[in-house]
């Protein structure tokens, strides 16, 4: 942290910068609200100045109410912790512990109390009028949370300026864009995606957790969207709806999980005069790079290349970054490295070369990526190994046309009489029913006669 | 698990809609075939555990193979798709 720091811009400078045209705008369902209502306003129940170096969460049920604070936050809060919409508030104490969180700020205020030991304030909709910001700037930490951890939720501390940039290669930055995200806003995705729009100056429509995929293209095709992005499991599920039609963006984006040649195809068909791009990024590892030549994979010349902004290595079969987009820490953990010495983070993503062309192949510590939901094999063979008639499991995964992935076991069983096996799966999968996440449960249980364990004793994994 | 032998692949896979569906606690709509496979009550995952049952009870996962295959919308594409794929 340095404070104060008046060079970098404010999240609020960049909106300001744009001019605040009329059009300007965030949407929901609920409606849109012009930034320009943040010029003189706040939706902040609290004074800015109450908030200012200290460490905020941002807890909110709606995508509108945590973008509006993170504009107003940016500069004046320590550090702004932006909580993913599954977040349980049982979670909420650690992350206040591991943060140092003086502030919670939620639209549903009334939900949190009694379940934290730190303030709670309320912000969203409508905004009031609002005393000038205070003229110092904090170089704000933004804490974002890494996907799919188990246990405690992992935070890794990025700042404004290390989520805007460099613009890295083949990104798109064609006015004037109408944005949209099928990601949450507060994921790194879909920040990226609203960072893009707030600097632009350009409206935006934020999806909902439980709107209908079909719903969404419809406002979506309301709103005119003419930029926007999702994971590939994002776009199977929207390619496979009536209302896409009611879409005709002219710039499409994928990131989060591995784009094959199906699903690029497949945009291109349904949007023809679109410019389809698939990305590389990681919370903690940034934006790598966007790839825009139709193709799954990227050119293996990207990799060393010397004056890039982002450099990459392929080492050990996954792919490294560095940059100045990188995470700088995780929060509440500083004794865990992020990059190696050299300054580069192993993605953990494997990768293979074949014809000048590096195409992803899984995750190298065997992490399976449903639909964008990152599962932790250990998680569900805990779950599965319960069981006293499993001697042990392998869960995997098994190529999806529609997330990716699905998950899939091998079970071993103990060696004895008076069970079987149609039982036993039937009773592993109540279990799994009941302690697991619907994403994690396996979708097939097979028996199988061992499993391979490898020199230093561990379990055999493949790559999904 | 269904015998493809014995009975259609329309009834096979009208069968594991609602086996998955059951498992999943998922209300289905009527399966007709103009129903936008979407809005049957099935989400993705569903979807994808579908796809994933029919390749070993039918041994067919017209998905495989073919990069040019539209994203089939409606339950009768859906199951079109895979009659064609046996044919």
Known sequence: MKMPNPDPPTLWDLVQKTGLPAEFSLSDSHGAVALGALDGGTCLGIELEQVRGRTVVVYTERQRSAALAAVELDGVARRIVLCPPDLAVAKLASVIANAGVELILSDKPEALAGQVDVRVAACGLPARPAPPRPAEAFETEWLLFTSGTTGNPKMVVHTLQSLTGPAVAGAAHAAPARWSTFYDIRRYGGLQILLRALAGGAPMALSEADEPVGEFLVRLGDFGVTHISGTPSHWRRALMSPAIRNISPGYVRLSGEIADQAVLKQLQSAFPQAKIAHAFASTEAGVAFDVSDGLAGFPADWVRRADAPVEMRVQDGSLRIRSARLASAYAGDPARQLADAEGFVDTGDTVELRDGRYYFTGRREGVINVGGLKVHPEEVEAVVNLHPNVRMSRVKARKSPITGAIVVADVVLEDRDGFTFTQTRDEILATCRQLLAAHKIPVTLREVEHLEINASGKLLRVNA | ?87
């Open chain 2, 1 to 87: 698990m269904s015998d493809s032998t014995d009975i259609s692949i329309r009834e096979t896979i009208i069968g594991e809609i609602h086996r998955i569906a059951a498992l999943h606690n998922k209300t289905l709509a009527a399966l007709t075939d103009s129903l936008p496979l979407l809005e049957s009550g099935l989400d993705s995952l569903c979807i994808a555990v579908l796809v994933a049952s029919l390749d070993d009870a039918l041994e067919i996962d017209p998905f495989s193979d073919d990069d040019e295959l539209a994203f089939p919308v409606t339950l009768g594409d859906f199951i079109q798709l895979y009659e064609d794929a046996e044919s």
